[in-house]
């Protein structure tokens, strides 16, 4: 089992940022890929970053790309959301979860889920 806790959601204006982080416990979190979703109310789960267990494989969705960037410190079994030149159309709750295995973008794919957090921005 691995427990994921999120943290530093929270209410922003456009062209903010905000730092998201994932604490990881329970099985051995340098052997999980990591990846971030996002869910608005009304609308299906979509896929936000995702960062293999060395770091050394990282995709985004296009709609982030260039403004996020998710990193990892296996040391501190902590996953990183940076986002930058947030917009209201980031409006959703971030939720952070791990898998055995290599990084994919499919929702499915995951077998631990953290409860989330809320990210608001204000336009």
């Known amino acids: 089992q691995v427990q994921l806790v999120e943290s530093g959601g929270g209410l922003v204006q456009a062209g903010g940022s905000l730092r998201l982080s994932c604490a990881a416990s329970g099985r051995t979190f340098s052997s999980n890929a990591m990846a971030w979703f996002r869910q608005a109310p009304g609308k299906e789960r979509e896929f936000v970053a995702t960062i293999s267990w060395a770091g050394s494989s990282i995709y985004y969705a296009d709609s982030v790309k260039g403004r996020f960037t998710i990193s990892r410190d296996n040391a501190k079994n902590t996953v990183y959301l940076q986002m930058n030149i947030l917009k209201p159309e980031d409006t959703a709750v971030y939720y952070c979860?791990?898998?055995?295995?290599?990084?994919?973008?499919?929702?499915?794919?995951?077998?631990?889920w953290g409860q989330g957090t809320q990210v608001t921005v204000s336009s």
């Open positions: 979860v791990a898998r055995s295995g290599a990084p994919s973008p499919d929702w499915h794919a995951y077998d631990y």
